[in-house]
């Protein structure tokens, strides 16, 4: 950083100088990694540009229709710009996806039918998942509901899925396997493409017919390759995480094999509708503009995790993952071991945010969570989550998880201000 981003810190921001002393430290540290994420991010860019050019984006495609949006050639052609991103055969990308679990969800209901077993191999899936397969809840209107089963593999001991395993639980019934890619707010590492695609190769062994379903939530463009790139047969995400680039308003993306896409879609409109309708309104530019960004975003919050995991391991706090750990999603998480250092770490955050910059998060009863939760997020688009947040359930042995960030600068400065709160609150010295 220069002079004059340094004395801001210090007078505008209130920063101390032996804070932005490990800081310069830290990027030190770390810059072989950041050009690492930069080679990668180069190298995913392109591929969004080529799928752009090869299906001849043209601004008449940001036009919107209303009404049924028959013949949106706007929609059309992003449909096709994300299967062309994903390797895939078809894609069906939507701002009527109201989020990405209402993405997830439109491909089980799609795809599953009564009498077929949904198994999963990442162990226990996203929490809101569970009352949509009736793990938990009343189970109205769950898989459950409507007789299809559940099982699931734990993973292993040293957080790899059970390859071995795989034989003895996948069985006649299975129809469809559901693996999560991210860690999701859970301490424990992503799921690296080479490791889905192993777990794909097992599985396709056993029953070519299985349908491998990857929640790929914050994980676009963590990598060089997407799920579908190593054999997944269908995809799904939330455009306010990683491949809506920020720029995106709403919406869900589907993307596989074009008959499981077809089957989501009937589930989100009607059958013998299916893709063929959906009113685009105003939103297809900022859809495809947000894909544009997207790789440059989740490399701009990838460095952003760098610098936090990096720092806080000098200030003596164990992070997952660890600076120089692979990655596979966005999320940074750091063991505090105590309420009081997660609280000031969080409400740093807050505090670093160009939107409501000036309230204080504090832990509340959070309906389907057994504890208080505290949430640190300052977003131009509401809920966003490749913007820059910190969320934190108030329990042993409180652990914040902190991701996104569509600008690297901004979360060194949530990340500066969060450790100088909690350097004023006296829970750390420097
Ligand atoms: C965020 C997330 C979801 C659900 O997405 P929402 O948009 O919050 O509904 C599902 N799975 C994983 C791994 C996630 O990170």
Redesign the pocket.
């Known amino acids: 950083m220069n002079i004059k981003a340094q004395n801001m810190l210090i007078n505008e921001f209130s920063i101390s100088e032996s804070v932005i002393e490990i800081s310069k430290a830290v990027e030190k540290d770390i810059r072989e990694i950041i050009d690492n994420i930069n080679t990668n991010a180069e190298y995913n860019q392109l591929k969004v540009i080529k799928a752009m050019q090869d299906n001849n984006l043209s601004d008449t495609h940001f036009a919107g229709t209303t009404g049924y949006g028959y013949d949106d050639r706007g929609r059309e052609v992003l449909d096709s710009v994300y299967a062309s991103v994903f390797k895939a055969e078809d894609a069906l990308v939507r701002h009527q996806i109201v989020?990405?679990?209402?993405a997830?969800a439109l491909c089980l209901f799609g795809n599953l039918r009564p009498g077929d077993q949904l198994l999963s191999i990442t162990g226990k899936p996203?929490d809101?998942?569970e009352e949509v397969i009736g793990i938990r809840g009343e189970g109205g209107g769950s898989l459950k509901e409507f007789g299809i089963t559940y099982r699931q593999l734990e993973l292993t001991n040293d957080n790899s899925i059970d390859y071995n395993a795989l034989p003895d639980v996948i069985t006649d019934k299975t129809k469809m396997v559901m693996i999560?890619?991210?860690r999701?707010y859970c301490w424990r590492p992503s799921i690296k493409i080479v490791d889905i695609e192993k777990a794909i190769n097992i599985i396709k062994n056993i029953n070519k017919d299985v349908i491998v379903m990857v929640?790929n939530?914050?994980g676009e463009f963590v990598e060089d390759r997407e799920p579908t790139e190593a054999g997944a047969d269908i995809v799904a995400g939330?455009l306010?995480?990683n491949p809506g680039g920020g720029l995106a308003p709403t919406g869900?993306y589907i993307a596989g094999k074009s008959l499981y896409v077809k089957k989501a879609a009937e589930r989100l409109t009607t059958p013998g509708v299916g893709k063929k309708v959906g009113s685009s309104l105003g939103n297809n530019r900022l859809m495809f503009q947000g894909l544009f960004m997207a790789p440059h975003v989740v490399g701009e919050s990838l460095k952003g995790a760098v610098f936090c995991a990096a720092l806080m391991k000098m200030l003596g706090f164990e992070t997952s993952p660890f600076t120089e750990e692979k990655r596979s999603d966005i999320i940074q998480a750091v063991k505090f071991g105590n309420p009081d250092s997660l609280i000031a770490f969080c409400q740093g955050i807050q505090k670093g945010s160009a939107v409501d910059s000036f309230v204080t998060p504090e832990p509340w009863d959070m309906p389907g969570y057994d504890s208080p939760v505290i949430m640190a997020a300052g977003a131009f688009i509401q809920?966003s989550?490749i913007e820059l947040s910190a969320d934190a359930p108030i329990k042993e042995p409180y652990i914040a998880y902190m991701q996104g960030g569509l600008v690297y600068e901004h979360v060194k400065l949530g990340v500066l201000i969060a450790i100088q709160n909690m350097m004023d609150r006296g829970i750390i010295n420097l």
Not at 99 to 102: A, P
Request: glycine share 20%.
């Open positions: 989020s990405g679990t209402h997830l996203y809101t998942l999560q890619r991210s999701g929640d939530c914050y939330s306010i995480k869900g809920g989550s």
